[in-house]
């Protein structure tokens, strides 16, 4: 078992910038492919962004390419993402997972946060 519970969201204007922080307990946090997802009201969970268990592989969905980083420090188990540039549309609720491959889809990933809310306004 994998615990996650992410920190760090909050309201902020357009064109701001938010840090999402994910601390992890548990199973090996290293071990594992880390992603970030968000899910506004009425839609689905959708990817945002991926990391590979040792850091050196990322991977963003379009829609947030060049304004997220997603980062990790595997020795004090925690996740990042570093959110600049923050559009009306980044509004979402923002969960991190840990999968056990490098994967992308919801289904994929097994260990899930409660999630964040982040909301941005013009």
């Known amino acids: 078992q994998v615990q996650l519970v992410e920190s760090g969201g909050g309201s902020v204007q357009a064109g701001g910038s938010l840090r999402l922080s994910c601390a992890a307990s548990g199973r090996t946090f290293s071990s594992y492919t880390m992603g970030w997802f968000r899910q506004a009201p009425g839609k689905e969970r959708e990817f945002v962004a991926a990391i590979s268990w040792i850091g050196g592989s990322t991977n963003y969905a379009d829609s947030v390419k060049g304004r997220f980083t997603i980062s990790r420090d595997n020795a004090e188990n925690t996740l990042y993402l570093l959110m600049n540039s923050l559009k009306r549309e980044d509004t979402a609720v923002y969960y991190c997972?840990?999968?056990?491959?490098?994967?992308?889809?919801?289904?994929?990933?097994?260990?899930w946060g409660p999630g964040t809310q982040v909301t941005v306004s013009s």
């Open positions: 997972a840990a999968c056990a491959g490098w994967l992308f889809e919801v289904r994929d990933y097994d260990y």
